[in-house]
């Protein structure tokens, strides 16, 4: 008897150990993941100890974040925003690994760990409050349509419920063109460049995003224009883990030294083509 119970206590205290160990490796497996992502001040000390800032940008937005298939290199306002923001943290502009998101993967990477910072047209909402921190408004938007040059539809009051409008998939405009015009068919693409390619293949009678973005794709294709006023407000804001408050910070004194040394205009005007309104 007592050589079972001295038998059983040996078990019972290798096991312990097991499961011990097998905690230690959980949480270090959690840490990894979350490097990207520490919040507070570790946020800025996990960045400097890798030595480049990780952010999440459009592919596929002309004027924003677009990818030049010959070159690989990504250009746009957001991208020239996050060299900015890289040089402020880092003191280079380079020292930065642009990594692609859209509208439907950007928060689930960002709360994932894979990227320090969303700089991607994303539109400040009090939903998305609820997921992410939000930077000080980097560039002010509002939602209109893209059509066929010759188009009946002239603004958002021609379309009706019988109307089929393409949008993508996570962004506020879809939800924002149902609530305009309850009943109309919308059809969800994963990126703009698949929504733009629809609209060229009559798939639907208009394209709806911010006009920031639909003024890129008019550039792209002289067929198409942006028409109408815009009916929503959208301010972007640059998107971090929820209490990463050292990072927001850091965004946001960068956002101030750009304005007032004039390097914002000059950003604005490089990819808008025109000065920011004051």
């Not at 490097?35 to 890798?50: N, Q, T, V």
């Not at 502009?93 to 859209?102: C, D, H």
């Not at 914002?264 to 490089?270: A, F, G, N, P």
Request: aromatic share 6%; net charge negative.
């Amino acid at each position: 008897m007592k050589k079972s119970w001295k038998l059983l206590s040996v078990m019972m205290v290798i096991a312990l150990f097991i499961l011990a160990g097998c905690g230690n490796d959980s949480n270090n497996a959690a840490g990894s993941n979350a490097a990207a992502g520490e919040s507070g001040s570790d946020g800025i000390a996990a960045i400097k100890e890798r030595g480049k800032l990780l952010v999440g940008v459009k592919y596929d937005t002309k004027l924003f974040g677009l990818k030049d298939p010959s070159s690989g290199q990504v250009e746009g306002f957001d991208i020239d925003i996050s060299k900015a923001i890289a040089k402020h943290i880092l003191g280079d502009e380079n020292a930065i690994e642009l990594k692609e998101v859209t509208s439907k993967t950007r928060i689930p990477m960002l709360n994932n760990g894979e990227i320090d910072m969303v700089v991607a047209t994303m539109t400040i909402t009090e939903e998305r409050k609820k997921e992410v921190d939000f930077s000080d408004v980097y560039f002010q938007a509002g939602q209109s349509l893209l059509v066929k040059k010759g188009s009946p539809v002239k603004g958002i009051a021609d379309i009706t419920k019988d109307s089929t409008v393409l949008g993508s998939k996570g962004s506020t405009s879809v939800k924002n063109i149902k609530e305009k015009v309850p009943g109309v068919t919308v059809l969800e693409f994963d990126n703009y460049q698949d929504a733009f390619n629809a609209l060229k293949t009559g798939k639907g009678d208009a394209l709806t995003t911010d006009d920031a973005i639909l003024y890129g794709m008019a550039a792209q294709d002289p067929n198409y224009e942006v028409v109408g006023e815009p009916f929503t407000d959208e301010p972007y804001g640059i998107a971090v883990q929820k209490g990463n408050s050292a990072v927001v910070k850091a965004i946001n004194d960068t956002l101030t030294e750009l304005k007032s040394s004039g390097e914002y205009d000059k950003i604005y005007e490089k990819w808008i083509g025109k000065a920011p309104a004051k």
